[in-house]
């Protein structure tokens, strides 16, 4: 098996703060790791849940997948991350098995982590996240 686990579920959101704000008083959920990734245009604040997170993911371009995300299909569920040992096994698992990569190799993300995209085509829509910690 090569997911150990959920790593993240990822909410696209226009109001980063507001966002935040809304799961501490909903559920008393703190931020433990917040973070710019200039590199995707997007700001992050991560929500622990037991093992895993909720990512609420905000653009800082207008040209960020996540903006044009909001912008074709508002805000809400973005994508999964599904944590694996080793991200590059594991996307060419998926790959063999017919899925499409957004990234033809793993890349640094957030938190030190190594990460790949697979798009929803070739997932049966799900945006697919892949975490290597």
Wanted: hydrophobic letters at 45%; a negative charge.
């Amino acid at each position: 098996m090569l997911l150990t686990e959920i790593d993240h579920v990822a909410i696209a959101v226009r109001d980063l703060e507001a966002a935040i704000d809304f799961y501490r008083h909903a559920f008393g959920a703190e931020v433990e790791h917040r973070e710019v990734v200039q590199r995707d245009g997007v700001e992050e604040a991560m929500l622990k849940v037991a093992e895993s997170y909720i990512q609420l993911v905000t653009p800082i371009r207008d040209d960020s997948p996540v903006a044009k995300s909001i912008e074709k299909r508002g805000e809400g569920l973005h994508h999964v991350g599904y944590r694996v040992h080793d991200c590059a096994a594991a996307l060419a698992s998926m790959v063999a098995a017919g899925a499409t990569p957004i990234d033809k190799a793993p890349r640094p993300g957030s938190r030190g982590t190594t990460v790949a995209f697979v798009h929803p085509k070739g997932s049966f829509g799900t945006l697919i996240e892949l975490v290597q910690v």
